[in-house]
């Protein structure tokens, strides 16, 4: 098993309840999306090519039977609505959240909470009404919003860089 905190949310979170046990996060992708030198053999090569190549060689070592692993597992990868090429997390770059879930200082409820309540109250509703069912489980674990990600043909928020 790997964790890849630096690359990967759950990963991440992985890492924050096992701080002192797994080191990292280690970044391993630049942004251009190739492996970088703290991947040995691997330095250099774009993360899908990097993938393909030690699938390869676990198969050739018996770790890895294509035969029975090609539906075995079921992953959900986040893929650029443009262009359908997976999005790789750079977790430790300069990013900027919209805090979703904790309560302002001047005080008042969450984002998460005002839109929550404006639905329990009827302010707001669902057509068709099942739909409304699916929004309170995403509310319930909503994660603080990723706004600035790298993307390479997206609009960079200014910043310091």
Known sequence: ?????AHDQVDFDIWQRHIN???????????YGKLNELTGVYNGMKAKEAREKIAEEMTQKGLLDPA??????????????KCGSIIEPMILDNQWFIKMTEKPKSGGLSL???????IKSKKITFTPKKVEKVFLHWMKNLRDWNISRQITWGIPIPGDE
């Open 1 to 5: 098993m790997k964790v890849t905190p």
């Open 112 to 118: 998460r909470d005002s839109a929550v309540k404006a």
């Open 68 to 81: 029975k692993t090609q539906h075995a597992y079921k992953h959900n990868v986040a893929l650029c609505y």
């Open 21 to 31: 046990e797994i080191p990292g996060p280690i970044q391993v992708i630049n942004k």
